[in-house]
C-alpha cells in the first residue's frame, strides 16, 4: 500500500527540458518495480517508463532516446527526466508501482508549446 505524490510539472518550449519527481510513501518502495505513466486529454493512459528493482528500464518507443527513468531507494523517490520535449508529450504524467496495490496520486501537469 504505496502512496504517490508526482511534482516538477510545468510548461515548457519545444526541444526544452523537465525533471519530474515520485516521492513515495511506505517500507516496500524498495522491492517495487516504478512506473511513470502519462495521459492526455481524450486518451488512454499509457505507460511512458519503467525501472525494476535491480535498475532495469523499459520506455516507449515514443520516447526512447529522450526520456530517462531512475530512481533513489533511500530516499523513496523515483524521476523521470525529459530532455527534447515534443508537444505531442503534452500530459498528465503518473507515478504508480504496476505490480503492487498502489492507488493514483494527483499527477502533475507538463505542457509543451511549438
Known amino acids: 500500500q504505496v502512496q504517490f505524490v508526482e511534482s516538477g510539472g510545468g510548461l515548457v518550449q519545444a526541444g526544452g527540458s523537465l525533471r519530474l519527481s515520485c516521492a513515495a510513501s511506505g517500507s516496500t518502495f524498495r522491492s517495487n518495480t516504478i512506473g511513470w505513466y502519462r495521459q492526455a486529454p481524450g486518451k488512454q493512459r499509457e505507460l511512458v517508463a519503467r525501472?525494476?528493482?535491480?535498475?532495469?528500464?523499459i520506455y516507449a518507443d515514443s520516447v526512447k532516446g529522450r526520456f530517462t527513468i531512475s530512481r533513489d531507494n533511500a530516499a523513496n523517490t523515483a524521476y523521470l527526466q525529459m530532455d527534447s520535449l515534443k508537444p505531442e508529450d503534452t500530459a498528465v504524467y503518473y507515478c504508480n508501482a504496476p505490480f503492487a496495490i498502489s492507488p493514483w496520486g494527483q499527477g502533475t501537469q507538463v505542457t509543451v508549446s511549438s
Open positions: 525501472i525494476g528493482v535491480y535498475g532495469m528500464t
